[in-house]
């Protein structure tokens, strides 16, 4: 047998060199030399993100659309589909490394608190995933026990999970296999039991104990950012996460722009497949990294806005966008996921958060179970910072919600380094009076740009240093270097590029600075909107959850600093994360979650903000930083004054 | 343009002629003659019902295996396939001829009286169809009443049948297209509405009122024949009938064989295939004799033996022939129709009623619920005579069954003249001491054959005329030449060919008469070995239910002289026809009725017969006229004393 070819890959920043066989991909040597490279498509050449640098050597490539005129001038290829026929070097850039987002992982998620296997505390969700697998040893027939196959089974499932016979359902295909798997099986079978409202439908039925193979992907849907996070349904632990900017992206900003693109050109399946690409592509790079059968994955949770809910089941949305504002669906019953493309187990199961309305959506109701707000005996308040803000306001009795179109700045997008947080994001910054910056990253590497936390701090550091004024303006006659003017107006260089993990400065422009104020302040309105509606005051409110993808750390005070929460203790202020992907899995592993958010979807009260003209007036009123009624922000006032009088 | 040749087609024997242009079909010419030809395939030229002679002039054929060397030679021709080319004369044999089973049909049948919109009597079954379509006229949205559409639509559908809205499931496609036909049908929508055991689904949406186009088929799946009843489920009417023999005849004559059949050669599949065949020809001539869409009919129910219930959905049947006899499922859940094969709506549901077990199947259900066994006071015991005689005793608190091969030939299989009971069968009749026979067909036309309920008068008749004796052996010494012998043994001539409207006398054989005592031999050693389990007397029974496809009529006395039945007064039997179809059909009216046969059947106690030596015993003394131990039969020991002495 003729040996192949050695090559040699010599990988750049790294300096690390692999051999390998050659006619192998570039992808696959960057395995072998532990180098992680982007992909999502999983080395099909479709996804695009594997972009690398042949910087010396010959490589065997197809053609490709995905990469740009430029790119190719540049020598970049896709990773998956070069192959390696010599010796070569290749450098991979800054944004093909693959780095893990800092996403709450693991056990010690703080939704996991909230579900035990027994009822001891009314907080506690009841552990029972939306999708089960049910080990069962029933006893072989006999002449006087000759109970027909199908009954045995019910049986036998009744006696293990106290389900009665008439909730249950079995399809035709299962009926069908029933008598050969359990004679086969040995009377030992795997039945898997997924909720479908009033009853429990038996999805699969397979020989010996399989019940540990049980896997479930919880998902938000969100308009910038997809997040999933993989769920073992056996053990209850989230095993791994992902993230991916939402590619409609390219139909439009927001998702009213996507819903008119779609209504224009007739794109709704277009936008459709689109999400659920988006969806398989993730749900694709969790399996293959956790190394989980596919057929496993038994049960999907998503949660998002109505928009998103609706483009992911391609429901008709246009009538989201126009009076009077009416949604095809607010409590979607669960459906085959095969049967909208998401592909997991053919037989299992998309089950999706409620709305309340077309613009408070089932990232809202995720929210309000991941922070039982439908247990809370004391006033709180419920802030969930996306694309739009949507806060909530209530507690176990009475729930009140409105949504104010804040935009997608603290996740990073439409800032100039804004990102999404994620290693090299700067997620805490400070600037003492002498403009020096200091600052800290996820993953403490050399950043790259700005998550949420890190933009709040910046302009509550801006504004204490006296960068920027009230109005959020630039104190253009400030004695340093990092105040620069260019073409499109000024901007603050946050980190010089000798210290960036990009090959640029990392900088603040007025632009993002007027970005980031207006967000704040749509966000503060609502929140005062709704208590005025309800006739109460700040100091009623007892807690206050933020939520949203900042990142894994979140300045309080710098929220307050700004004015996007009302001036109150911090102690009172709980950030609490991703909160529609904690609904999400909270609703995957326990079906009193699920049900619980269904009672919050129903009981929660709308507020349009949509015309409302005392919300207009109280957006202008806090255009300002912290707002231009300073009795407002008492605490705030006090702390600039320290800060201009050193 | 060129005007087609017209050509003239003479039918015989009814001597009509109609004109038409050339190239039409034989069949296409009797039907403008309003000649009715058998035809199950609707003019496929699959099912060779409409074989009729060529006499005179030329047709175009295409060639055809449902055609024997015999026929070909004597001129048949397929009349669906016969294109006319010039003037024919063309004789249609009186097998070709169609004509309507004298099933009962119409308002007057007797389950329709347990029908009942408002619950007046506890017999009564309240309507309410399995599949309903309900028109609803919604409310459009307004910015204050902006609930979304799936909501808006199951409130209305609430406010109307009462329906919770946890109670309801949506599958995805209608989801999808809800808010289109919404407005498209200015609000005013017809719901199809299922019943999905613990849920009610929405199994379709259509603008305006189609609530008037809903129906259904009730089915019996008979071992031998199979009975279809078409019913309109918007007024509870039924509006036709149409029966066949069940062409699984040819994998064997009773179900084990058909077991054993399928088993050798792996043709379950194939078995399968053949009654859903035998279902959609019944279905399609109904729908087509009824100017009925197909689309229209949302519901079928099945009622029929376990292993025909099996065979019907393809479901594993081998071990209900095996010990311990186990079916695959008693309860089988509603599924699509679609799913097996049945052409109705694609969304339309199939339901079947429920087993007691391997030998007590849902047509025995479906007869306890038609005789509301569920609801009797006194001691009552009903008998289904088909292929199989099942017994079942007992009322409204307990009942025990047990079955009996009996054998098809009361269902005129296996006996020479033997036909089912339609038009020209004799359905009654009378031998006299000098051996004049006197008899009465369905229809009032010259006999063919005779169905079950004139074969026990026949054998009554001969028994008290003398023309056999209580063995059932033929008196030879007789004096008629109707009492002739063949190379088969003896035979005794009921109707000479001139009479007849077949080309043949029509007789009764000894090996029928041995036949028909054997299978009513079962039955009463049925009924016995059930009372004597339960410690029971004959005159503890109250009312007899005697059930079968024996036609329309049924002479009591008959069947006691014979000893079929115990002897009793005759005013405690009651002849109630197809309760298979019958059970079926109130199902489909009543969700009610529906699940009475689901409580009938988890609520009977089966007795097994095979192997049990009291049952063997019993039947060998059965096998007598009226029986060895004439204590038993009382009146027909002075009825028979009192014909002797004549």
Known sequence: ?????????????????????????????????????????????????????????????????????????????????ARVLGNVQIFIPEETRLERSKILVGEESPEMGLLAHTK??????????????????????????????HERLYNAINKKTNTASDRMQTGYRILKQLPT?????????????????????????????TSRNNFGVAIDVGTTTVVAHLVDLATCRTLDSEATYNSQIEFGEDYIQRIIYG?????????????????NNLISTLVKRNFINLHDITAVVCAGNTAMMHFLLELEPTRIRREPYIPSANFIPPIRASEIGIKINPRGLLYTLPSVGAYVGADITAGATAIRLDQADALSLFIDIGTNGEVVLGNKEWMVCCSASAGPSFEGSGVHNGMRAAKGAIEKINITRDFHVEYKTIGNVPPRGICGSGLLDCIASLLRSGVINKSGNFNTGLRTDRLR?????????????????????????????????????????????????????????????????????????????????????????????????????????????????QQIASKMTYFDLMGNTKFMEKFMSANFLPHTNLDEFPSVYEELAAHSSL
């Open 1 to 81: 047998m003729a040996r192949k070819n050695v090559v040699k890959v010599h990988f750049l920043p790294n300096d690390v060199t692999v051999e390998l066989e050659s006619g192998r991909t570039v992808f696959e040597a960057a395995h072998k030399a532990r180098i992680y490279i982007c992909s999502v498509c999983g080395g099909e050449g479709t996804c695009g993100k594997c972009k690398v640098v042949l910087k010396k050597g010959q490589i065997d490539s197809k053609p490709t659309s995905l990469l740009g005129h430029d790119e190719i001038e540049k020598n970049y290829i896709l990773a998956c589909q």
């Open 120 to 149: 001891t505390d009314s907080r506690h969700f009841l552990i029972e995933p939306l999708v089960r697998k049910v080990f069962l040893e029933l006893e072989s027939p006999t002449m006087d026990d000759n109970v027909a196959d």
């Open 181 to 209: 798997v359990l004679r086969e099986g040995d009377w030992k079978v795997t039945v898997t039991l997924a909720y479908r409202g009033s009853t429990t439908e038996v999805v699969e039925i397979q020989q010996g104990d």
């Open 263 to 279: 209504e224009q050109n007739n794109a709704f399946g277009e936008i459709h497949n689109t999400i659920i690409n988006d969806i």
């Open 485 to 597: 003017k260019t073409e499109d107006g000024y901007e603050f260089v946050l980190v010089n590029r000798v210290g960036a993990g990009i090959d640029d400065d990392i900088i603040i422009t007025q632009a993002d600075i007027t970005h980031l104020i207006r967000s704040k302040a749509a966000i503060y309105a609502a929140i005062s909107t709704l208590l005025d509606a309800m006739n109460m005051s700040v100091d009623t409110i007892e807690h206050v959850y933020l939520a949203g993808g900042f990142g894994n750390y979140l300045d309080v005070r710098s929220a307050i600093t700004i004015g996007m929460l009302p001036d109150m203790p911090t102690s009172r202020v709980k950030f609490v994360g991703n909160t529609c992907v904690a609904g999400a899995k909270l609703s995957l592993l326990s079906k009193e979650a699920f049900l619980t958010a």
